[in-house]
């Protein structure tokens, strides 16, 4: 589980270097630091202005594999806590 885990973050990641990239050639350097600093700021501006910048698959994958991640998470840190009792 924890190598799906892994292989999804690096997706995940992929994706927000992607989605990073549109938002400094639209937005500039400011607004493209901001996302750097803030992922959820790249992650609100990919879904705003996906039709716009044509990426909207991508957002979708990322959303995905966002709630997929997370559910591995909270899975792996059950499975966790159930050890250590």
């Known amino acids: 589980m924890q190598v799906l885990a892994v292989l999804i973050g690096i997706a995940t990641l992929v994706i927000f270097i992607l989605v990073l990239i549109k938002l400094f050639k ?19 501006w990919g879904w705003i202005n996906h039709k716009k ?11 995905i594999l966002w ?13 966790m806590m159930e050890q250590f009792q």
């Open 26 to 44: 639209k937005e500039g350097v400011g607004l493209g630091i901001l996302g750097i600093i803030c992922g959820l700021y790249t992650f609100i």
């Open 53 to 63: 910048e044509n990426i909207t698959n991508l957002m979708i994958a990322w959303t």
């Open 67 to 79: 709630i997929i991640s997370i559910i591995l998470n909270v899975a792996g840190g059950v499975n």
